[in-house]
């Protein structure tokens, strides 16, 4: 809503839906033949697993920005209770089209934000991969997810890491039409001790962050991972 009362339609929305077509659905299987699985960086069959999370079987999960919902169908083929929330209704419409047949997975459409402020459930593990824990500022984030975590639940997200000297909000520029501008969201960045000290003063414990090493090859860029839980 504006000041007046009137709705205000969501530009994210908007310009995550661009940037869905431009995304192709996950491959049919991984190298090691799987037809689900769990990936936290930007490479394929690279960097750890699901285990990251600690979840058992029964146990509940939110996927922070799920997109087309790979890794929330992973979960939820593991026994979990996997729980999506994305602004796109194009990349929701994705994961429903690929992922119809695995039971246990619970897609939302709207702000990550909204939706734990809202939800009467307490999960057992929250995280987001390059998704709504990237574009959201952590000092609104982090309390909220740790307020919906059961004690020694863990929160974890990757992103890219920052750009030397660029840190805090930033703008991320999405491609639109030939005839459109780019949209625009902000992103939050920080250095790993930075987002260390930053879970740590908002109550959660264990916590690490650090740059994963890209794959053997010529690209350069890792991936920043943090992991904290629930301190209660």
Partial sequence: MNENGTEVSDTRSAAWDEYAQTKPQRRTTNARGESTWFNWTQYADHGPGAEVLALKPGETVLDLGCGAGGNAAHLAS?????????????????????WSDVDG???HQGDALAYLGETCTVFDA?????????????????????ANLKPGGVFAMSQRPPIEGCYGCQASYIPRG????????????????????????????DVSA??????????????LFIRGVQGS
């Fill in 105 to 107: 997975m619970e897609l």
């Fill in 126 to 146: 929250i995280y987001s991969v390059f998704g709504a824990g990237w574009f959201s500022d952590p000092g609104l984030l982090l309390p909220i997810v740790h």
């Fill in 210 to 223: 650090s740059v994963m090493a890209p794959p053997p090859g010529t690209r350069r860029t890792g991936t």
């Fill in 78 to 98: 593991l026994g979990m209770r996997a729980v999506g929330i994305d602004l796109s209704p194009k990349q929701l419409a994705k994961a429903r089209d690929r």
């Fill in 178 to 205: 030939p005839d459109e501008d780019p949209a625009v969201v902000k992103r939050w960045d920080y250095e790993p001790d930075a987002w260390a000290l930053i879970l740590k003063e908002h109550g959660y414990v």
